[in-house]
């Protein structure tokens, strides 16, 4: 093989390769170089201006470390993130790998799959702020489930804590976000050799075990992608955790679009270029444990 | 403030209708020929602004009036502010706030409007030109119109301290807000903004999440509580900012709120739903939970109100023909039909004069003297807002705006501000 490689790739491969580069070079790439130029960029009221200045990094960090163990704003907002996303993660890593393990390898017939596949896309016909915001008049305090608790008997008040709470905010994100989970993890799935699954009942083991060695090891990365998709969006939103947690939950992404809004963009900048790095840091890791290129 | 909601754009404009406005413009009265209408090709005004007063309503009416089509660009506030300052040739007129202007004239992207071509100039109430209503002066902490309301020359970068021939905004709505109460569920009276922060109320409160209002409405109450007197609290320092978002802060970890909002409809959703029973809100969005049939009251208090002001601005490259158009149209919106439609909204127009002779008595009588309904009191779509007999919260005009006691506003420290306002949302 290596002998028939040329030394250099040919034209028409570069062609092809052309227009998705230009794409990402001009969609992608140079908005990125600007947001990271901005960032160094000082600022006043009304304008931008362009003399390099530390001040939007020292701001996003002031008195981190002289207020210790107290946490600043960025750490208390980043630890509100994490916690959220990690939640999240495992909520929705636990329910799509039950919802896609259902659909794989109990329901036999291919059609069946692809009409349960289809279900599960249904909820993806309405919009993101739709889907939240339907949450509302159940979860709230004379709403449908309060009325039902107390109806019944099990709660002599409503529960306070239903909604505009973490709750609210994690049911929101599971609710919207489990299906990124189920695909990937299903096409991992649908992928593994039934053989296998049959020679480990033949040597004797259980289905729990079955599943822990041979399909959880082979989903990797399936479950790698769909973590990725879920933390990504997660660490950057502001619309959910805004509308469930009632206004009064800090999230990085919150932040950024109130400063935005006060035409702080150097300041945004700043901070949106130490969420990517952060975000950056956490895939990274993730590929660590599996290597996406290689399993695939 | 980010009234971004009832949204009422999306004027489709006939042919039919297209053609009698470039009539209009062309002088001719009647449609002649082909060729005379494609020279007087009607003009289009991009009218960027929030929502609030861009009703289909005023842009048919201009047009049937003037032939002037007007194109409406509904955006929040924050995002009015950002177009001027980034797209200053996206937009023909703009519809902004007084306190944004503070950050829009630096920044060089307006054009100082010439009093000698506004016909009503004169006619424009004392609250902006003198700060003053019915001979009283009224408050003026924060960025009270007064202070913005005239620049040095017509491309000055500086507000003017003494009436000049330029102007920075005309205006077109204003009103003071208050908080709304669910009397239904209070049983009780309210009587001082004091009882926001009232443990009474734990976890069914609410203000707004727009720093630069919110922070307003949180000095009300620390001012109400007798914990600080504030020179101005429009114009914070540093200790008076720490020391509001310190209030504030520790009512939120004590579970006083249950939600923050941001636009006009979560404020009615949250009053609506019984979710909240006092918090900030905006006159309409009173009147929209009232016409869903809940008991809602725009609460007078005793410290009296926040205020805030609206008004046109040209943008610097504007020219010629637009130029012109821009001017006949800011004239039309003085001259009362604009003025009267908002006035039945619960909002205060300009000139007053022209807008009473353009309602009826009655309605006059209802909005703008705090007299109770002669009859039956209707929105301009015709549904009735308030049965014979009632009474408009917080009575006259003279009465509402005279108990001003600041007006929304841009501190010194807003970039501070805005960091503390951050951390009372983590918090």
Redesign the interface.
């Known amino acids: 093989m290596a002998s028939m490689t040329r030394p250099y790739p040919n034209r028409a491969a570069l062609w092809q390769a052309a227009p998705l580069a230009l794409l990402l070079a001009v969609f992608f790439v140079l908005p990125l170089v600007l947001v990271v130029v901005v960032s160094v960029w000082d600022y006043n009221?009304?304008?931008i201006l362009p003399d390099v200045t530390p001040r939007n990094y020292r701001?996003v960090f002031e008195g981190c470390v002289a207020s210790l163990p107290e946490l600043c704003?960025t750490f208390?907002?980043y630890l509100?993130t994490l916690k959220f996303c990690l939640l999240v993660w495992l909520s929705t890593l636990l329910i799509g790998f039950t919802v896609a393990y259902f659909l794989a390898f109990h329901v036999r017939s291919l059609g069946w799959q692809v009409v349960l596949f289809l279900v599960c896309t249904i909820p993806f016909w309405t919009s993101n702020v739709i889907r939240m915001i339907s949450w509302?008049?159940l979860l709230?305090?004379?709403?449908v489930i309060n009325q039902w608790l107390q109806s019944v008997g099990v709660t002599d008040a409503p529960l306070?804590w239903l909604?505009?709470s973490d709750f609210s905010v994690l049911l929101a994100f599971v609710h919207l976000y489990t299906m990124f989970m189920i695909v990937p993890i299903f096409n991992s799935m649908t992928r593994i050799d039934r053989s296998l699954l049959e020679a480990a009942y033949d040597a004797g083991a259980s289905g729990w075990q079955t599943l822990w060695n041979v399909v959880v090891p082979l989903c990797k990365p399936g479950i790698v992608i769909g973590s990725i998709f879920v933390v990504t969006i997660v660490m950057g939103d502001f619309v959910t955790i805004?509308v469930m947690g009632?206004?009064?939950?800090?999230s990085i992404g919150?932040?950024i679009s109130?400063?935005?809004?006060?035409?702080?963009f150097p300041l945004a900048a700043a901070n949106a270029v130490i969420l990517l790095a952060v975000v950056m840091m956490i895939i990274w890791a993730m590929t660590r444990v599996v290597d996406i290129r290689k399993e695939l | 403030m980010t009234k971004a909601s009832t949204n009422k754009t999306g004027t489709t404009i006939s042919r039919r209708a297209l053609l009698k406005g470039a009539a209009a413009t062309a002088g001719v009265g009647t449609i002649t020929g082909f060729p005379a209408i494609v020279s007087a090709e009607p003009v289009t005004l991009r009218y960027l602004g929030t929502a609030v007063n861009q009703s289909r309503e005023i842009a048919e009416k201009v047009k049937q009036d003037l032939g002037i089509i007007i194109e409406y660009i509904p955006v929040t506030t924050d995002d009015v502010t950002k177009r001027v300052i980034t797209q200053p040739n996206s937009f023909d007129i703009v519809d902004t706030e007084y306190f944004s202007l503070k950050k829009l004239v630096p920044s060089g992207n307006l054009l100082g409007m010439d009093a000698k071509r506004i016909k009503l100039a004169d006619k424009i109430t004392p609250v902006f030109t003198r700060g003053e209503v019915g001979g009283k002066k009224i408050g003026d902490q924060g960025t009270a119109p007064k202070k913005v309301f005239y620049l040095e020359g017509q491309t000055s970068k500086k507000f003017a301290s003494q009436p000049t021939q330029w102007i920075t905004l005309i205006p077109t709505v204003y009103n003071a807000d208050t908080l709304g109460i669910r009397p239904d569920l209070i049983k009780r009276p309210i009587e001082s903004w004091k009882e926001l922060l009232n443990p009474e109320f734990k976890g069914k409160a609410s203000i707004l999440n727009i720093p630069s209002i919110g922070i307003m409405d949180a000095a009300m109450v620390v001012e109400a509580s007798g914990i600080h007197k504030y020179a101005d609290k429009g114009n914070m320092t540093k200790a008076e900012i720490d020391l509001t978002m310190k209030v504030m802060i520790e009512a939120k970890k004590a579970g006083q709120f249950r939600a923050f909002w941001k636009d006009f409809n979560e404020s009615v959703n949250l009053m609506a739903s019984g979710e909240t029973v006092i918090q900030s809100m905006w006159s309409p969005a009173v009147t929209k939970v009232r016409s869903m049939g809940v008991a809602c009251t725009y609460q007078p208090l005793k410290e009296g109100y926040r205020a805030w002001a609206a008004g046109f601005a040209l943008p610097k490259t504007l020219k010629g023909k637009k130029l012109d158009a821009s001017y006949d149209f800011i004239n039309w919106f003085l001259s009362g039909w604009a003025g009267a439609f908002l006035n039945r909204q619960g909002y205060y127009s300009a000139v007053l004069d022209t807008a009473k002779a353009n309602m009826e008595a009655y309605e006059w009588a209802y909005w703008m003297e705090g007299k109770p309904a002669e009859k039956d009191i209707k929105a301009p779509d015709g549904t009735v807002l308030e049965k014979a007999g009632a009474m408009r919260d917080g009575g006259s005009y003279e009465a509402r705006m005279g108990g001003v006691a600041c007006w929304n506003a841009i501190m010194d420290e807003n970039e501070y501000m805005v960091r503390k306002w951050n951390e009372f949302i983590a918090a």
């Open positions: 009221d009304y304008a701001d704003l208390k907002t509100s509302i008049p709230g305090r004379n709403g306070e909604l505009f805004g009632g206004q009064q939950i800090a919150k932040i109130v400063q935005m809004s006060y035409l702080q």
